[in-house]
């Protein structure tokens, strides 16, 4: 470790992974998917416990800044029962409707049910590409 200095060498680590992630976007995804797999859910909760009043702030912020995805998703919840698993791991824990395209009327094949695990994976896929 060149750094003595704790803060610095985890300040120099975090520039060296963002360049490398840059570097190389395939791999980096790949790795992303793997380790949200695997913590996915721990750091869902760790941050929802933590940020409570953000939470309900950033869901009508959500509302505001998307209101075509809000109403969607709000007609979907109202006419759709969620599957019973989830559609690409059959977990049965943590579902949701997750969208494919968002639309006016909403269709049943614009979404599918997706486990919090398999939904997290769809849309960090989605950031990546
Ligand atoms: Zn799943």
Same mark, same amino acid.
């Given at each position: 470790?060149?750094?003595?200095?704790?803060?610095?060498?985890?300040?120099?680590?975090?520039?060296?992974?963002?360049?490398?992630?840059?570097?190389?976007?395939?791999?980096?995804?790949?790795?992303?998917?793997?380790?949200? /797999? /695997?913590?996915?859910?721990?750091?869902?909760?760790?941050?929802?416990?933590?940020?409570?009043?953000?939470?309900?702030?950033?869901?009508?912020?959500?509302?505001?800044?998307?209101?075509?995805?809000?109403?969607?998703?709000?007609?979907?919840?109202?006419?759709?029962?969620?599957? /019973?698993?989830?559609?690409?791991? /059959?977990?049965?824990?943590?579902?949701? =409707?997750?969208?494919?395209?968002?639309?006016?009327?909403?269709?049943?094949?614009?979404?599918?049910?997706?486990?919090?695990?398999?939904?997290?994976?769809? =849309?960090?896929?989605?950031?990546?590409?």
């Amino acid at each position: 470790m060149p750094y003595k200095d704790k803060n610095k060498a985890r300040e120099y680590q975090r520039i060296y992974q963002i360049s490398w992630r840059k570097k190389n976007p395939e791999l980096s995804r790949k790795i992303s998917v793997k380790h949200y /797999k /695997k913590n996915g859910n721990k750091y869902q909760k760790l941050w929802q416990s933590k940020n409570r009043e953000k939470n309900a702030f950033s869901s009508r912020e959500y509302a505001k800044n998307n209101p075509l995805k809000w109403k969607v998703g709000m007609i979907t919840r109202l006419n759709w029962e969620k599957d /019973k698993n989830c559609g690409i791991c /059959k977990s049965t824990k943590r579902l949701g =409707h997750h969208h494919w395209r968002y639309r006016l009327p909403v269709q049943r094949k614009d979404f599918s049910t997706l486990c919090s695990e398999c939904h997290g994976i769809q =849309h960090s896929k989605r950031r990546f590409e």
